[in-house]
């Protein structure tokens, strides 16, 4: 364990951790809602620290980062909890894995991202900001090797770690689940607000792409699409927006979403933004980037496997118009 940055002593014992917006109280001998942050003698350690339940070297397209380095792999880890607590959660073995997962050291990490076709490494599968001063220390060594750090987050950070953070974050993949505050509230146990605010701050300092996964009845509204499509469009209509199709997972059993949803939100989403694109399906012209000046095709893919004939540099060959895509 580590002692953890952004918090304040209340008691003589007790903690409030000031690293999301959760902002919580802890006695001593507990943890946080995220179940990694803990206040032992009054003091506030992070868990996870020098610790990952997962590490894999994943194509960039899967994190999904569509316009940074396409075609390339990045090694992508890690560790265990959330701050959030989505009924529909995808990875939530790791944010209730009992175990703190493998020893494994800053600069181990980096020397791992350092091999073959990577360039650097992905923070995701489970929430990457519960961990912050283990993804800051290792960002920091990953720099140092000319690397570069992507961060997969839900956005639910606090302003100042999220400052500190950021300049040594190359990219980010902010999951905004839904544009209606009630949502977030009874679905995820969470706040919209921040996430947005997170948002507009990483498009400021960063390479941003936003993921919504569609959950029929409750987030896959035309308003509700309509409502995210122009908050992308007010970060700059070259945001790449993805829409992805949800599978029934952890405590929600509502269908899978019909490829008509993802098809709907796709003709609303290329109304205002340059890229839209469709995930977790096969079949669907949602993979492709195409340049918005001549519309050629630039990338083109098929899940995870890419093909960037169509540029030159971050050019489209066809007719020069400069791409917001980073290579």
Known sequence: MKEASYYDKLTEDGVRCNL????????????????????HGGILYSETFNHLLACNMDPIEKKPLYHFHPGRSILS????????????????????AGSPGTYVTSDEVAAM??????????????????SFEFVLECARKVHERGLVNVLVTNGSVNPEPQDELMPWIDAMNIDVKSMDPDFYRDICKSRLEPVLEACR???AACHIEITNLLIPTLNDSDELIGELVDFVADLGRETPLHFAAYHPCYKMTI??????????????????????YLGNIRGAEGGTSRCPECGATVVERDRYETSAGGLDGNRCSGCGNDLPFVV
């Open 20 to 39: 999301c917006p959760r902002e919580c109280g802890i006695g001593e001998g507990r943890s946080g809602f995220c179940g990694v942050r803990s206040n």
């Open 77 to 96: 880890i890690g560790t265990r909890g959330c701050n959030q607590r989505c009924l529909f959660c995808q990875n939530w073995e790791m944010l209730e």
């Open 113 to 130: 991202a350092d091999r073959g076709d990577s360039v650097g490494v992905a923070y995701t599968y489970n929430e990457p900001i519960v």
């Open 201 to 203: 701050k990483a498009k």
């Open 255 to 276: 269908e899978p979403t019909p490829i008509e949803t993802l098809l709907r939100a796709y003709e609303i989403g290329r109304k205002k933004l340059d890229y839209v």
